[in-house]
């Protein structure tokens, strides 16, 4: 027959009490809970709306469309000695020896900037609900038409043109430069950019519902 000596009876019952005195700390919920959260899934931590809105502004030249452009802008004048020549010459007479006929005809490069004007978001135009995003954007138009000086060739010149009649015509290029800019539907591409743009940066910032529009 073996006999067990007192300390080979003593270790078991240390092991038993070390054991039950760990399953009484994790029922306690003290060590248990902090374990059990290492695996349970984090809420989403959404920034406020003054937050998003700033970020958003900080991303708004991210969001122009340009288009390089060349048109030709012209001006011609007639004065009324002009217009008698005309009439006589209708009439198979020699007109006047005065010719007083005047052109201009400038060829203009330039680029023409659209996008949004992202100082107009505001909260009013942003709702927020849990992880789900509403934002309204104001929307696109044309923020810039660059032209240099360099930019304008003087194509034809008859006549004596004052400074200030050669800027009417050159102002006159500058609005051709949006015409062509709106057959080539500069703002509609700006407003679809500035959709896609704002959309995709508010899921990384952890929205999971984002609806977005003009």
Same mark, same amino acid.
């Not at 809420?43 to 709306?49: A, G, L, R």
């Not at 502004?57 to 217009?83: C, P, R």
């Given at each position: 027959?073996?006999?067990?000596?007192?300390?080979?009876?003593?270790?078991?019952?240390?092991?038993?009490?070390?054991?039950?005195?760990?399953?009484?700390?994790?029922?306690?919920?003290?060590?248990?809970?902090?374990?059990?959260?290492?695996?349970?899934?984090?809420?989403?931590?959404?920034?406020?709306?003054?937050?998003?809105?700033?970020?958003?502004?900080?991303?708004?030249?991210?969001?122009?469309?340009?288009?390089?452009?060349?048109?030709?802008?012209?001006?011609?004048?007639?004065?009324?000695?002009?217009? $008698? %020549? +005309?009439?006589?010459?209708? &009439?198979?007479?020699?007109? !006047?020896?005065?010719?007083?006929? /005047? =052109?201009?005809?400038?060829?203009?490069?330039?680029?023409?900037?659209?996008?949004?004007?992202?100082?107009?978001?505001?909260?009013?135009?942003?709702?927020?609900?849990?992880?789900?995003?509403?934002?309204?954007?104001?929307?696109?138009?044309?923020?810039?038409?660059?032209?240099?000086?360099?930019?304008?060739?003087?194509?034809?010149?008859?006549?004596?043109?004052?400074?200030?009649?050669?800027?009417?015509?050159?102002?006159?290029?500058?609005?051709?430069?949006?015409?062509?800019?709106?057959?080539?539907?500069?703002?509609?591409? $700006? %407003? +679809?950019?500035?959709?896609? &743009?704002?959309?995709?940066? !508010?899921?990384?910032?952890?929205? /999971? =519902?984002?609806?977005?529009?003009?």
């Amino acid at each position: 027959m073996r006999i067990f000596s007192g300390k080979n009876i003593l270790k078991p019952v240390v092991y038993i009490a070390v054991i039950i005195v760990a399953v009484w700390l994790l029922l306690s919920g003290n060590i248990f809970s902090g374990f059990k959260n290492l695996f349970k899934r984090q809420p989403v931590v959404i920034e406020n709306t003054a937050a998003v809105i700033t970020q958003i502004k900080d991303i708004a030249e991210l969001n122009t469309i340009q288009m390089y452009a060349e048109v030709v802008a012209d001006s011609s004048e007639i004065n009324s000695v002009g217009m $008698a %020549n +005309t009439a006589l010459k209708t &009439l198979g007479f020699v007109g !006047l020896p005065l010719r007083t006929h /005047r =052109k201009l005809v400038i060829i203009a490069k330039g680029t023409v900037k659209a996008g949004i004007d992202f100082q107009k978001l505001d909260s009013s135009r942003i709702f927020v609900q849990d992880d789900s995003i509403r934002v309204q954007l104001p929307a696109a138009k044309y923020l810039d038409i660059i032209t240099n000086p360099s930019d304008f060739d003087i194509f034809v010149e008859t006549g004596t043109w004052t400074t200030n009649e050669v800027n009417l015509v050159k102002m006159k290029a500058q609005n051709l430069l949006v015409h062509k800019a709106d057959e080539q539907k500069i703002i509609s591409q $700006a %407003n +679809t950019k500035a959709v896609n &743009l704002v959309e995709s940066f !508010l899921k990384n910032i952890g929205y /999971r =519902k984002v609806y977005v529009f003009i």
